[in-house]
């Protein structure tokens, strides 16, 4: 089992930066990849960035260039630097997990949200 635990939600205006964390605990070493994902009122959760144990990492077209993961897997932890911020950013935002055996793991999440 892993758990994950994400912090550093807030209001930003928009333009403004925001860095959330996300700590994970528990079977850590069965991690693979993680990655950022985030669901906004009434739409479907969406992949925001992923970080392989390799570091190769992956955005979508609206936050390339704009949004930056990192992982440090000695505090067991993975960042999501969030750079130019729109008020189209404004998501709760969930940590994700995925073992080697493909099984998944969720955060309860943590609200952005970019004022204009």
């Known amino acids: 089992q892993v758990q994950l635990v994400e912090s550093g939600g807030g209001l930003v205006q928009s333009g403004g930066s925001l860095r959330l964390s996300c700590t994970a605990s528990?079977?850590?070493?069965?991690?693979?990849?993680m990655g950022w994902y985030r669901q906004a009122p009434g739409k479907q959760r969406e992949l925001v960035a992923t970080i392989t144990s390799g570091n190769s990492t992956d955005y979508p077209n609206s936050v390339k260039g704009r949004f930056t993961i990192s992982r440090d897997n000695a505090k067991n932890m993975v960042y999501l630097l969030m750079n130019s911020l729109k008020p189209e950013d404004t998501a709760v935002y969930y940590c994700h997990a995925e073992e080697w055996d493909g099984q998944e793991y969720w955060g309860n999440g943590t609200l952005v949200t970019v004022s204009s």
């Open positions: 528990g079977s850590i070493f069965s991690i693979n990849a």
